[in-house]
């Protein structure tokens, strides 16, 4: 009677919303009006005794029937899982009856069923309580379940993995210890009167689910074979072995039932253990949890995790959803060692336990190949996978962080503790590497086949492995066995969701999948392409010629309208402009990282990268006609990224030019006239006044770490510019003579002796922008100096005084954020200062010592410098007088067609100016730090001394 009772206030509760006939008989809701109430004592309030009451009883009770009180406590967990009822019901368990602390601590550890159902109510309180702050009530959950008990243990678990130690092991450790996770299988079943296809379809038949589990009807079954026995012509003499086999078939029934329920009662336990787990782990506060003991009892349970799937017959069922459980906590233990170690007390959190690490790291590894390849395993390996790649960042951060967890006074105990550190992560990559080829091969396969999420740790796992190989044995094993040709022929091919990525501007789920995918193989690629070897491997394997099919990097989503109609637009999904940024970034950093590993010398790569940019030059010209002022952060980035790619392209690929024929180098001609063009946009000083308006002081940091990057995108630009500048200058060679000027010494000319920055009404370049962003440069490298200055001693005053009992620690990282911004920002306006003065000073003293021009543009004669006569059809053609017209792709070719007329009176001016617009920047320029730098500026200072005298004879 109480089973049934039990059973339909269940079925109620499963079925109906609140509130119904079951709240009202459990006394939740008011007898008249069916509103809610808060349960209270029999007597409290005039409150009567309702089946709450007599349900906790029946659980109280020790000597209770085990079903009863396996559906009492499922009938709890119902109650405190659903939210209109789970707050009142807590309470009242809660204040009255200390109702988990008690059943948790005193539970028989047999009684799978009741454990399972018990647990899972108790990670419903365990969240609920660290989510309202009760943190009393949590303390007193962490010390039963997670603290190592005062009282001595049996001698079951001595031997496990601290033999060396007295084991004191937490509640969670021995509730998991205790579960046999290997499972019996049932008799085979041999018939030889019997059809078994038949009796397997009989069998089918009359399963029915009753409390969760498929079981077999065994009288329905038998009464089924008795009348198929009586209507069929046997004869008399098998009757009796038919009945035997009969009585067989109903054992093996009987065997199976009995092997579901108790795989159900593991899979209930298993499944409750494993949320109670992960909800402590994720929602208790780090200052209950971050304590040393603690820490180790948690390390101590991913340890016996890993033990009890090695173990001898333990099934994949069983074992495998405890990979969930294990991701939580490795990622919790690399969350807090990254914590601990940020603000200076990584000793205290992670304190003894690296060794582990490196264990727990092996047994991860080994429950990888241990598991199956199969579709079904490709969730539980993507949490391992991921659980691997937490570990190795685990340890890698213990490794960099010495300098603030140990007394810097005493030279040998900052050695020691570094070495320690050292040699963990010697010991975490060696167990890496020494799995070899069996645990590529695992990883490979998973990369090329499964799920969107699997596949995409499985790449994220290799890339964190190839980027600590340095014997690049991981890019031999992807390039022999074919794997790497794979993610190269992915790039424009229809599979991995290419057809996909054609559609990127809608926003569903499977176009954001095949993103996430694509840009995962594509950061392997890059990391790949970062060795010498690898760019070699994936020139080999024609890797440029698929950028160069890739037709989805045309589909740039000006042009595109109305997606947002085309489907329902996702919370999480990123506009058409956003998601087109993340395919095209990929691309131009693997192009970058091929060609920088490549090298300058060689003419192979470089040639091949250009041949890639040419079936996107409309696109890239599109994107670099883009206002640094009107452009937002991400069109920055994909700029910045793309004249990286073509200043290193174009100039490294001068030697090439004449054998790429006429329709490449007109579209190179094409991107280089582009570049040359924003030279004059990315140093002008309007732009760059808007990019500083922002107030240094306002508190939205968001607003300010955003107007930061956009500040250091546009530096950067500059600095990429110039570099190409640069670089075309010095293909001429060291003698100046040979220079292929890019600036005409075009000068606006100052009066009253004040320096003007104002250029010319043209928009070209000329050496006033040059000039223009030296002296813009000199200022702001002033200005960001001082504010850095300002911000690291803020940002050390900080460091003193964090707590993590607030949250400095936050605000401290945002102010980190902002202070490595400031210092890229300084070191690059010393890197625009030093192109500047270069390309400046090659200019000016070309023209001041290796050039006499002539009026009307007439061909100049050698000069007392000795300028050789041939550098008169060069001049010629710098004045647009015929010749050449094509980009300076080799030394014979000119700066521009349309560029002003050299004259007399251009180069007098010059002279005349030189002083009066380069002696204050100069000075200031003085006492810039760096060798070049200085050495330019003595440079600079002599052609100002002396390049006011026509003929001067330079004495340098």
């Given at each position: 009677?109480?089973?049934?009772?039990?059973?339909?206030?269940?079925?109620?509760?499963?079925?109906?919303?609140?509130?119904?006939?079951?709240?009202?008989?459990?006394?939740?809701?008011?007898?008249?009006?069916?509103?809610?109430?808060?349960?209270?004592?029999?007597?409290?309030?005039?409150?009567?005794?309702?089946?709450?009451?007599?349900?906790?009883?029946?659980?109280?009770?020790?000597?209770?029937?085990?079903?009863?009180?396996?559906?009492?406590?499922?009938?709890?967990?119902?109650?405190?899982?659903?939210?209109?009822?789970?707050?009142?019901?807590?309470?009242?368990?809660?204040?009255?009856?200390?109702?988990?602390?008690?059943?948790?601590?005193?539970?028989?550890?047999?009684?799978?069923?009741?454990?399972?159902?018990?647990?899972?109510?108790?990670?419903?309180?365990?969240?609920?309580?660290?989510?309202?702050?009760?943190?009393?009530?949590?303390?007193?959950?962490?010390?039963?379940?997670?603290?190592?008990?005062?009282?001595?243990?049996?001698?079951?678990?001595?031997?496990?993995?601290?033999?060396?130690?007295?084991?004191?092991?937490?509640?969670?450790?021995?509730?998991?210890?205790?579960?046999?996770?290997?499972?019996?299988?049932?008799?085979?079943?041999?018939?030889?009167?019997?059809?078994?296809?038949?009796?397997?379809?009989?069998?089918?038949?009359?399963?029915?689910?009753?409390?969760?589990?498929?079981?077999?009807?065994?009288?329905?079954?038998?009464?089924?074979?008795?009348?198929?026995?009586?209507?069929?012509?046997?004869?008399?003499?098998?009757?009796?072995?038919?009945?035997?086999?009969?009585?067989?078939?109903?054992?093996?029934?009987?065997?199976?039932?009995?092997?579901?329920?108790?795989?159900?009662?593991?899979?209930?336990?298993?499944?409750?253990?494993?949320?109670?787990?992960?909800?402590?782990?994720?929602?208790?506060?780090?200052?209950?949890?971050?304590?040393?003991?603690?820490?180790?009892?948690?390390?101590?349970?991913?340890?016996?995790?890993?033990?009890?799937?090695?173990?001898?017959?333990?099934?994949?069922?069983?074992?495998?959803?405890?990979?969930?459980?294990?991701?939580?906590?490795?990622?919790?233990?690399?969350?807090?060692?990254?914590?601990?170690?940020?603000?200076?007390?990584?000793?205290?959190?992670?304190?003894?336990?690296?060794?582990?690490?490196?264990?727990?790291?092996?047994?991860?590894?080994?429950?990888?190949?241990?598991?199956?390849?199969?579709?079904?395993?490709?969730?539980?390996?993507?949490?391992?996978?991921?659980?691997?790649?937490?570990?190795?960042?685990?340890?890698?951060?213990?490794?960099?962080?010495?300098?603030?967890?140990?007394?810097?006074?005493?030279?040998?105990?900052?050695?020691?503790?570094?070495?320690?550190?050292?040699?963990?992560?010697?010991?975490?990559?060696?167990?890496?590497?020494?799995?070899?080829?069996?645990?590529?091969?695992?990883?490979?396969?998973?990369?090329?086949?499964?799920?969107?999420?699997?596949?995409?740790?499985?790449?994220?796992?290799?890339?964190?492995?190839?980027?600590?190989?340095?014997?690049?044995?991981?890019?031999?094993?992807?390039?022999?066995?074919?794997?790497?040709?794979?993610?190269?022929?992915?790039?424009?091919?229809?599979?991995?969701?290419?057809?996909?990525?054609?559609?990127?501007?809608?926003?569903?789920?499977?176009?954001?999948?095949?993103?996430?995918?694509?840009?995962?193989?594509?950061?392997?690629?890059?990391?790949?392409?970062?060795?010498?070897?690898?760019?070699?491997?994936?020139?080999?394997?024609?890797?440029?010629?698929?950028?160069?099919?890739?037709?989805?990097?045309?589909?740039?989503?000006?042009?595109?309208?109305?997606?947002?109609?085309?489907?329902?637009?996702l919370a999480f999904s990123l506009d058409a402009s956003e998601r087109y940024n993340q395919i095209l970034t990929p691309v131009l950093r693997l192009m970058t990282a091929v060609c920088s590993s490549c090298g300058v010398d060689n003419l192979d790569a470089s040639g091949q990268c250009l041949l890639a940019l040419v079936p996107h030059t409309e696109v890239f010209v599109a994107i670099l006609r883009g206002r640094p002022n009107e452009s937002a952060v991400d069109s920055l980035r994909q700029i910045a990224s793309l004249t990286g790619l073509l200043c290193s392209a174009l100039s490294a690929g001068f030697s090439r030019r004449d054998s790429l024929g006429a329709d490449t180098d007109g579209h190179l001609r094409k991107l280089h006239s582009q570049l040359v063009s924003m030279v004059t946009v990315y140093t002008d000083s309007a732009v760059m006044d808007k990019l500083d308006s922002i107030p240094s002081g306002r508190s939205d940091y968001k607003e300010i770490y955003n107007g930061e990057v956009k500040r250091l995108l546009v530096y950067q630009i500059g600095a990429h510019l110039l570099t190409y500048c640069k670089v075309l200058t010095a293909k001429s060679g060291t003698a100046t003579r040979n220079l292929i000027p890019l600036f005409p010494p075009t000068v606006t000319p100052v009066s009253g002796g004040s320096p003007s920055a104002t250029r010319p009404s043209t928009n070209k370049a000329t050496l006033s922008t040059l000039i223009d962003a030296l002296r813009r440069s000199a200022r702001e490298l002033r200005i960001q100096g001082k504010q850095l200055v300002e911000l690291e001693e803020k940002l050390s005053a900080t460091n003193e005084s964090v707590d993590l009992l607030d949250d400095s620690a936050g605000s401290n990282q945002r102010l980190e954020n902002v202070v490595d911004l400031k210092r890229r920002v300084v070191a690059l306006h010393k890197h625009v200062i030093e192109l500047s003065l270069y390309v400046m000073w090659k200019h000016i003293e070309f023209y001041l010592v290796y050039y006499s021009v002539t009026v009307e543009g007439k061909p100049p004669t050698a000069t007392a410098s000795g300028v050789p006569p041939e550098g008169g059809s060069r001049l010629r053609r710098l004045c647009g007088g015929g010749g050449d017209d094509r980009i300076p792709m080799s030394p014979k070719s000119p700066l521009s067609a349309s560029s002003p007329d050299v004259t007399k009176e251009v180069v007098a001016t010059l002279r005349h100016e030189l002083p009066s617009l380069l002696s204050g920047v100069l000075e200031q320029l003085s006492g810039v730090d760096g060798l070049f730098i200085q050495a330019l500026v003595r440079r600079l200072q002599r052609l100002v001394k002396f390049g006011g005298s026509v003929g001067s004879p330079f004495p340098w």
């Open positions: 009677m109480k089973r049934n009772l039990l059973r339909v206030l269940i079925e109620s509760l499963s079925t109906f919303a609140s509130p119904s006939f079951a709240h009202w008989l459990l006394g939740l809701v008011a007898p008249a009006t069916f509103k809610p109430t808060e349960p209270q004592e029999p007597g409290v309030l005039g409150a009567p005794r309702v089946c709450l009451h007599s349900v906790l009883s029946l659980l109280d009770d020790s000597n209770g029937d085990s079903v009863v009180k396996e559906l009492g406590h499922h009938l709890v967990y119902l109650l405190c899982a659903e939210p209109r009822t789970s707050g009142p019901v807590l309470r009242y368990l809660q204040s009255s009856h200390d109702h988990f602390c008690r059943h948790v601590a005193g539970l028989d550890p047999g009684r799978l069923r009741q454990m399972g159902w018990l647990l899972k109510a108790t990670a419903v309180e365990v969240k609920l309580s660290a989510q309202r702050g009760q943190r009393s009530n949590t303390k007193r959950l962490l010390q039963l379940l997670v603290d190592p008990p005062d009282f001595d243990r049996t001698d079951k678990a001595k031997s496990y993995i601290f033999a060396e130690e007295t084991p004191e092991f937490p509640r969670l450790f021995e509730l998991l210890y205790g579960i046999n996770l290997s499972q019996h299988q049932p008799p085979t079943l041999e018939l030889r009167f019997l059809d078994p296809e038949e009796i397997n379809k009989a069998v089918a038949e009359f399963e029915l689910e009753t409390e969760g589990v498929r079981r077999v009807d065994g009288r329905r079954l038998h009464q089924f074979l008795l009348e198929s026995l009586a209507a069929s012509q046997s004869p008399g003499s098998q009757r009796e072995a038919i009945l035997q086999e009969i009585d067989s078939v109903l054992d093996y029934c009987n065997a199976v039932n009995e092997i579901r329920d108790q795989l159900f009662g593991k899979n209930l336990f298993i499944s409750g253990w494993i949320q109670v787990v992960s909800t402590l782990v994720a929602t208790t506060p780090s200052q209950l949890l971050e304590t040393n003991d603690r820490i180790d009892s948690i390390i101590k349970i991913a340890l016996l995790i890993l033990n009890k799937v090695m173990s001898h017959n333990a099934i994949p069922e069983l074992t495998n959803p405890l990979s969930e459980v294990l991701l939580v906590i490795v990622s919790y233990i690399s969350h807090s060692n990254k914590t601990a170690v940020y603000i200076g007390q990584s000793d205290v959190a992670v304190k003894g336990h690296g060794s582990r690490l490196v264990v727990l790291l092996k047994g991860i590894l080994d429950w990888v190949l241990h598991m199956g390849m199969g579709g079904r395993y490709h969730k539980f390996r993507a949490n391992l996978y991921t659980a691997v790649q937490f570990l190795l960042g685990s340890l890698t951060v213990r490794a960099n962080e010495v300098d603030d967890t140990v007394d810097q006074s005493d030279a040998s105990v900052v050695k020691q503790v570094a070495n320690e550190r050292d040699l963990e992560v010697r010991e975490c990559w060696n167990a890496v590497f020494s799995y070899g080829d069996s645990l590529y091969e695992a990883l490979s396969r998973d990369m090329c086949d499964g799920p969107f999420v699997c596949r995409m740790v499985a790449v994220a796992t290799l890339e964190c492995i190839q980027n600590n190989d340095t014997r690049s044995v991981v890019i031999g094993y992807l390039n022999n066995r074919g794997f790497l040709k794979y993610l190269v022929d992915g790039i424009s091919s229809s599979c991995d969701g290419g057809d996909r990525l054609k559609t990127f501007w809608k926003p569903d789920s499977v176009t954001a999948r095949a993103i996430y995918l694509y840009r995962s193989k594509m950061a392997l690629l890059c990391r790949v392409a970062q060795t010498r070897r690898g760019a070699t491997y994936l020139l080999n394997l024609d890797i440029m010629s698929r950028i160069a099919a890739a037709e989805v990097l045309d589909l740039r989503p000006d042009g595109v309208s109305g997606s947002e109609s085309d489907s329902i637009r």
